[in-house]
């Protein structure tokens, strides 16, 4: 029923449940937090039936003034915004545009020459190998063997990037997450070759996104995690991202997505060529802003402008953005 029952034998300090302080008996629920200590947390997660530490400590990305710049060209020039903690964030742009450097400069793989990545406002490039454990990079490629079946692909994952848990535990936090990618009826399946495909693109995919969100870490970056795929496939990898994203701070690179996927996150960020960053906000936010800006493109602001259009198709934003410019 994901119901528990908290009985405190022996504490030297107040057992806590929520901000309740309990010295006896208390009754749980599935999502509720036990403090034991400072900084040592319990979350109830009675839907995978596990109590497991609560790992999440970073609530805060924020990238200042960052600039990358390559031999021929600039990678990222001057990038600034913050994320939260359950916010998802897609990072739109043509390609070349440094959708995937900006990802690999927040997973602490390439130090920008000026400005500063910070992770709950401490630099992460002033202690990286601390800090990165935190942050997962998910890149285009798949990392799983093709020669393993879908299940021992998630088993070696959990042992490399969950060995705090024990086998029991693994196994129904495996287990979870096979049913929320909806692959638990394919667990047996032996994953195949790009050639000689046992999966599909759209399953072969969230098995790739399942080798990675099985980590405890705080901050997810998906390079391109639809290319490739169906608009329906697209549409359930995004989804079952943002779901699995609860509490997390994740970053989506997607080349120009549909106006539904579009829709899907709760904010959106958008780079030109150059590394520039054009817009970030929520989506319908740019919608508007874009669509202001193509009217006074056209018109000029003498006639006092008009209400955005409000139209929902992300496609428009390119279209502003690549336009010609007028004489």
């Known amino acids: 029923n994901k119901v528990g029952k908290l009985e405190v034998l022996q504490a030297d300090r107040p057992i806590h449940v929520g901000n309740v302080p309990v010295r006896g008996v208390a009754d749980l629920k599935d999502g509720d937090i036990i403090r034991i200590d400072t900084g040592q947390v319990l979350r109830c997660n009675f839907t995978e039936r596990i109590i497991e530490e609560e790992r999440n400590v970073i609530s805060q990305l924020e990238l200042r003034d960052v ?23 897609c990072v739109m742009g043509a390609s070349g545009c440094g959708k995937s450097t900006l990802l690999r400069v927040i997973a602490g793989q390439l130090q920008p020459e000026r400005g500063q990545v910070l992770l709950n406002a401490q630099p992460l490039y002033r202690d990286v190998e601390k800090l990165k454990k935190f942050v997962t990079y998910i890149p285009q490629d798949h990392a799983f063997d093709n020669h393993l079946t879908v299940e021992e692909n998630m088993q070696l994952a959990a042992a490399i990037r969950a060995p705090h848990l024990a086998r029991h535990d693994r196994a129904r936090r495996i287990e979870g997450r096979l ?20 999966l ?13 969100m099985i980590s405890g870490a705080d901050v997810f970056l998906f390079d391109e995690p639809t290319s490739g795929l169906s608009s329906k496939d697209s549409e359930h990898v995004i989804e079952i991202i943002r779901a699995m994203a609860h509490n997390k701070i994740v970053l989506v690179t997607i080349h120009q ?6 829709q899907m996150f709760s904010k959106a960020l958008l780079l030109d060529k150059g590394g520039r960053l054009v817009f ?6 740019m919608l508007q802003y874009f669509a202001k800006a193509e009217h006074e493109q ?11 259009c409000g139209t929902a198709r992300p496609e428009f934003i390119f279209h502003v953005l690549e336009a ?3 004489d």
């Open 298 to 308: 056209h018109f000029g602001t003498e006639l006092g402008g008009c209400p955005p």
């Open 67 to 89: 600039t990358i710049k390559f031999r021929h060209d600039t990678g990222l020039d001057g990038i600034s915004f913050q994320a939260n903690r359950g916010e998802v964030i």
């Open 200 to 212: 599909s693109g759209g399953e072969r995919k969230r098995l790739n996104i399942g080798l990675d």
């Open 257 to 262: 997505p549909t106006s539904k996927i579009f």
């Open 280 to 285: 970030f906000g929520t989506p319908s936010e």
């Open 324 to 326: 010609p410019p007028p």
């Open 179 to 198: 049913i929320e990618l909806g692959l638990i009826e394919r667990r047996r399946a032996v994953v195949g070759s790009p050639v000689m495909k046992r």
